[in-house]
């Protein structure tokens, strides 16, 4: 029973790109051009040629497979012994980056058997040391932030910005609004209120938010951070910012 699929499909199955699908069927020389129907469109995987195809495939693999084994092995001998094989490549940067975030155990699987492990390890050695040098540097000149003096230093702040923004805030713009509208005052005497208020309340948290950034870059400690009660409830605008 003659089994068609498309050469789409074909290519998925082999794990190979359409293109080199098409150029095995539509080649004069290609292996496959006996398995592809009338139209061009489906191969017939239960073809003699799609057959024989698999087999030298296999055999291709099976003679990949063990001339990697006995090069492996000719490697480990060599390295075993402390002598390089000749024409050893030099450290890749890109190997280098990719050690370091592997574990020793992978980096032993990885790169184990080459006569250059040695000169891997030597390199991502090098790395680290550069790496805590650029960092020992960053922390002299104080550019160094770390995650938690941002978190308890301005995560705060937004925090308690934002409780404040959508609590008693809200209400007291409501309510100037409302006057506003009573008094029968311009759109754009409001606007500049509600400007004012937001302009007040955003520059005093900035300032908030600086202050106790340089306090805990100095002691690790912010004084003028709000306990959980301001900020679960929401200390009054009206109060915080007169």
């Keep these: 029973m ?9 290519a998925r199955q082999q794990q190979v790109q359409p293109s080199t699908i098409s150029r095995w069927v539509r080649h004069p020389d290609g292996p496959l051009v006996d398995a592809l129907d009338a139209r061009g469109d489906k191969i017939d995987t239960d073809h003699p040629c799609v057959k024989r195809f698999f087999d030298s495939q296999d055999r291709k693999a099976d003679r990949r497979t063990l001339a990697s084994r006995r090069a492996l092995e000719e490697e480990e001998e060599d390295f075993e012994s402390g002598v390089p094989t000749a024409g050893g490549a030099s450290p890749n940067f890109a190997d280098s980056e990719i050690i370091q975030h592997l574990t020793v155990a992978e980096v032993a699987t990885r ?13 991502f050695n090098v790395l680290q040391d550069a790496r805590k040098k650029e960092l020992a540097n960053l922390k002299t000149e104080g ?11 301005v ?21 100037l609004i409302y006057g506003h509208c009573n008094a029968g005052d311009a759109v754009e005497v409001a606007k500049l209120t509600v400007r004012d208020r937001i302009g007040a309340v955003l520059g005093e948290s900035i300032e908030r938010a600086i202050k106790g950034f340089t306090e805990l870059n100095q002691d690790g400690v912010a004084n003028d951070d709000p306990d959980p009660e301001t900020l679960e409830s929401g200390v009054g605008i009206e109060q915080e910012s007169g």
């Design 143 to 153: 550019t160094l932030v770390s995650r938690d003096l941002v978190r308890a230093a």
């Design 2 to 10: 003659t089994c068609w699929v498309t050469k789409a499909n074909f």
């Design 155 to 175: 995560i705060t702040h937004l925090d308690r910005l934002h409780r404040r923004l959508l609590t008693d805030f809200a209400e007291s713009i409501t309510r």
């Design 111 to 123: 790169f184990g058997g080459l006569p250059m492990f040695t000169e891997y390890v030597k390199t």
